[in-house]
């Protein structure tokens, strides 16, 4: 959007997400487990759950998501981004459990969750429900 500057957001949207979390400014865009379920049933290129979803987003994405993470300086050791972005999709597709402990280790993986929460544009990059589900994790890594 030509004009607008940072990014192309108007600045009353700006405004809005200087003011709250992207869930106060425009609603909560979690749906529940059901609702996904309907909604990917139709369409086979859509994954089981939002979590799945983001981190199958990721890996598709995961050329230009390195390369702009490298170019940016996301992580100090630029050897630690590949392995944290596999840990950070492994944590979105496991939904928890015992490997989820194993993966929150990995080096950079808080780091790059917040990275790719500050820049994932909706819907360009990312579906609001699985947009959604990425930045609850990275608020939960970085807390």
Not at 53 to 66: F, P, V
């Given at each position: 959007m030509a004009g607008y500057g940072n990014g192309g957001a108007p600045p009353r949207v700006l405004a809005r997400m200087d003011e709250a979390s992207a869930?106060?400014?425009?609603?909560?865009?979690?749906?529940?487990?059901?609702?996904w379920a309907q909604y990917a049933s139709t369409r086979a290129h859509v994954a089981p759950t939002a979590q799945e979803?983001?981190?199958?987003?990721?890996?598709?994405?995961?050329?230009?998501?390195?390369a702009d993470a490298s170019k940016r300086g996301c992580l100090p050791d630029e050897e630690q981004l590949d392995p944290a972005l596999r840990a950070?999709?492994?944590?979105?597709?496991?939904?928890?459990g015992e490997a989820a402990e194993t993966l929150r280790g990995i080096a950079g993986v808080?780091?790059?969750a917040a990275f790719l929460d500050g820049r994932m544009c909706v819907p360009r990059d990312m579906g609001a429900p699985a947009?959604?589900?990425?930045?609850?994790?990275?608020?939960?890594?970085?807390?």
């Open positions: 869930g106060e400014a425009f609603g909560d865009v979690g749906v529940s487990g059901e609702t979803e983001a981190a199958a987003t990721i890996l598709r994405n995961r050329a230009a998501i390195l950070l999709a492994g944590l979105l597709a496991s939904g928890g808080a780091a790059l947009a959604a589900a990425l930045k609850r994790l990275a608020a939960e890594l970085n807390t």
